[in-house]
């Protein structure tokens, strides 16, 4: 599917997407991006957006309000899914590990499988209850096996979107259910759909898995496309009120992978055709590129807009259980009561001795990119880490965490919160 070894202007677009990431942190924002956490729409804006993209060199064949902030929906839980991926690539996890269902992770909305609190399921069986089923109730105890809480995981998701590029998403939650802090667009959804099939080729088939049996019976899936369109394989449906119709696909046509994401379609079946057909103008464009026809799928593709009330779904369409849950989009972000940021003087004051706790400021592909953070979060937060030792840890899987170690809990604590209130990813890390 996708080579191990990149070639070097592959590489280097890499860099430049983790550096410009770091690098938009630092400075005010006049994107979409400042528009995160919360979503503001004009009443009057489409709800749909979509991108192509090819898969081997990430160029963009095709975008349509590709960077306009929406709700993910279950589309979510390709990340909730990443990182699934990375704990088993690390040895972090195995497939025949259990996921023990938690009383919060039992008490989701559906869709999901049901099961009661103190029950517990395989490591595989979770991943296909996601892919398949879409299960909110997996996703959680999903968070919860990996970080120790929903919250915790949620924040390590959007660390790990950050670092993939995905400059315009935060996520809250590891299902996808309703939250109006939780956004993202086309364009991050597909470098995270790329960046899945890139990093974990060994388990990218669990996208295409279209039922699995459980306990004497048979979960069917709802992406339709995986039985109607050749070569389709992948990867996550989603769907509530507020997003409408979402969906992350990729299918391959003689030798060549396109990614797409269409986002706030009206119904399933103007979804599935729109992706269908972006696919299908996709591959066309690709080939008569090869006998040197310089065309565009703007150009050989009438994309029209989504039009009529936003249909609710029949049941086996997983995701349409959500339609009940609503949230409301509005021009200004709605009030949230929220602990205020510790000071400077406050922040400094807790570090009076050493610990053993630490913070953790980002993972990277490599460890020039690790130091570099580590430079530009102590020339940003000096007076918060002065008494804290930078240290880029290697993992397995080849990754390199810049942290800061030899802090107290209370500092650790009271820093990472004072970073993350400028919106710079951080996250609390305890003694092993």
Not at 201 to 214: I, L, R
Not at 217 to 234: A, P, Q
Request: with cysteine.
């Amino acid at each position: 599917m996708f080579a191990k070894i990149r070639s070097a202007r592959a590489l280097l677009a890499t860099v430049g997407l983790v550096l410009s990431c770091i690098l938009g942190a630092l400075v005010p924002t006049t994107s979409a991006s400042a528009q995160i956490p919360y979503l503001q729409l004009n009443a009057t804006e489409p709800k749909y957006a979509s991108i192509v993209i090819d898969a081997n060199s990430g160029e963009v064949l095709y975008d349509k309000r590709a960077d306009s902030p929406r709700y993910p929906a279950s589309v979510t839980k390709v990340m909730t899914l990443y990182l699934a991926f990375e704990a088993l690539s690390e040895g972090r996890m195995k497939a025949t590990d259990r996921v023990v269902i938690t009383p919060r992770a039992a008490a989701q909305a559906p869709t999901k499988l049901g099961l009661p609190a103190g029950d517990s399921i395989s490591v595989d069986e979770a991943i296909r209850a996601m892919t398949v089923k879409s299960a909110n109730d997996v996703a959680v105890a999903m968070a919860e096996k990996l970080a120790g809480s929903e919250a915790r995981f949620a924040a390590l998701m959007t660390l790990r979107g950050q670092e993939l590029g995905m400059r315009n998403t935060r996520f809250v939650n590891a299902s996808g259910l309703p939250d109006s802090r939780q956004i993202s667009t086309a364009r991050d959804l597909a470098i995270l759909s790329r960046a899945t099939m890139r990093d974990f080729p060994q388990y990218y088939s669990y996208f295409s898995v279209k039922s699995f049996a459980f306990r004497g019976n048979t979960i069917r899936g709802h992406n339709r496309l995986l039985d109607s369109m050749n070569g389709f394989d992948g990867l996550k449906t989603g769907y509530t009120n507020a997003s409408g119709y979402n969906l992350a696909g990729s299918a391959v046509r003689d030798g060549r992978r396109l990614i797409a994401v269409v986002l706030g379609g009206s119904s399933t079946a103007w979804r599935d055709n729109n992706m269908e057909d972006l696919l299908l103008t996709g591959f066309e464009v690709l080939k008569r590129r090869a006998h040197g026809d310089r065309t565009t799928i703007a150009a050989n593709l009438y994309e029209s807009e989504p039009t009529g009330p936003i249909m609710r779904p029949s049941i086996e369409q997983g995701d349409g259980e959500q339609s009940s849950l609503q949230i409301m989009l509005t021009d200004t972000p709605r009030a949230q009561p929220v602990k205020a940021a510790p000071t400077l003087k406050a922040a400094k004051a807790v570090k009076t001795s050493k610990g053993n706790w630490a913070i953790q400021v980002g993972a990277f592909k490599s460890k020039s990119l690790a130091k570099q953070q580590l430079t530009l979060v102590r020339g940003r937060f000096a007076r918060f880490v002065a008494d804290a030792e930078g240290a880029v840890e290697g993992a397995a899987g080849g990754a390199f965490r810049a942290q800061f170690q030899g802090l107290t809990a209370e500092a650790a604590r009271a820093t990472c919160a004072a970073i993350t209130a400028k919106r710079q990813p951080c996250m609390v890390l305890s003694p092993r």
